[in-house]
Every structure is written in structure tokens, then in C-alpha cells.
């Protein structure tokens, strides 16, 4: 793992992309109702980007509000959560999952525990299964992909072949 002094990053489709400049603050994992719906996962990762050194680099997120405090911010095209905005902060939550490089910020703690899965502990005891992908499939993959890659582009999509 590395720490990065800035981060950048965005949805899946590359319709929304942002940059942190400074570290980002208290990398953590939530495990809250709210943060399990907005995530459609059994967690939302999220670390905090001070305002002032944060910026949008291309277009703008949907915002939801899920309660009078907090918005939560997403691709309208694609949905991928990107932000956690709470009006009581001077930072910007980031979700984890939408950096470039999501291996350079570990979590450090976890909060709202009281709605973590009970089961967790046994992830690491289920079969692993054998790789899906076969060379064959790879390439059909890689040739329809519409994921924007992980770096900033200049332009998106950027026609019938991805920068």
C-alpha cells in the first residue's frame, strides 16, 4: 500500500471524475443502513477530502439526499456512489471504491458495527473459486469495455477506441 498525497478518480462510466488534492482523513468502513442501501453493498468504504482541496475535473453528480444532514453523491448515468456530503463538515467523504488507485488508502477503522453482517468473520474460510475467465472470454471483454480506465482522459468516451 502507498500513500498518495493526491487522488483522483471517478465512476465507471467517466462522466463524473474528481481530484483530492491533499490526504485523504479517516479511511474507514461504515457499516450503517443508510450506507449499506446507498452502496448496494454490505459496507460503503469512505475517507474525507478537505473542500478546499477538493475539485470535480468532469461533469457533475446526482445528488440524493438521504436524510436532512447528509447527501450522497453518484453518477446519474452509470450509479456508481462516489461522495458522502454532510452539511455539519468542512470535508467531502470520498467512496473508496471510485479512486484510481483504491489499494492507496487502507481503512483504519470501521464504524456503525452494530449493522456489520455477523458472518463476516467466516469470508475468509469460504472455497475460492477457479478462474472464470479464459483467455477467449478476456478478449471479448476487453474488446466491448465501456468502463472508463483509471487515469484521467482527456476526452470520454473517446470514440471506438478508449484512451
Known amino acids: ?38 452502496a448496494g453493498n454490505y459496507f460503503m468504504p469512505l475517507a474525507a477530502a478537505q473542500r478546499s482541496e477538493f475539485m470535480l475535473t468532469r461533469g457533475e453528480p446526482t445528488w440524493f439526499h438521504s436524510s436532512d444532514l447528509v447527501r450522497r453523491g453518484f453518477c446519474g448515468t452509470c450509479g456508481t456512489p462516489l461522495f458522502y456530503d454532510s452539511a455539519e463538515s468542512d470535508s467531502l467523504n470520498i467512496v473508496l471504491g471510485s ?23 467466516e469470508l475468509d474460510g469460504l472455497p475460492i473459486e477457479p478462474e472464470a475467465e479464459t483467455p477467449d472470454r478476456e478478449n471479448a471483454i476487453a474488446a466491448s469495455n465501456q468502463q472508463h480506465p483509471d487515469h484521467d482522459t482527456a476526452n470520454w468516451p473517446s470514440g471506438a477506441s478508449h484512451e
Open 99 to 121: 479512486l484510481d488507485e483504491p489499494n492507496s488508502v487502507k481503512p483504519v477503522m470501521q464504524s456503525n458495527t452494530g449493522r456489520k453482517m455477523i458472518w463476516f468473520h
Open 1 to 38: 500500500m502507498t500513500t498518495l498525497a493526491a487522488h483522483s478518480g471517478g465512476c465507471q462510466c467517466g462522466a463524473v471524475r474528481y481530484r483530492a488534492a491533499g490526504p485523504l482523513a479517516y479511511p474507514h468502513l461504515c457499516h450503517c443502513r443508510m450506507c449499506q442501501k446507498a
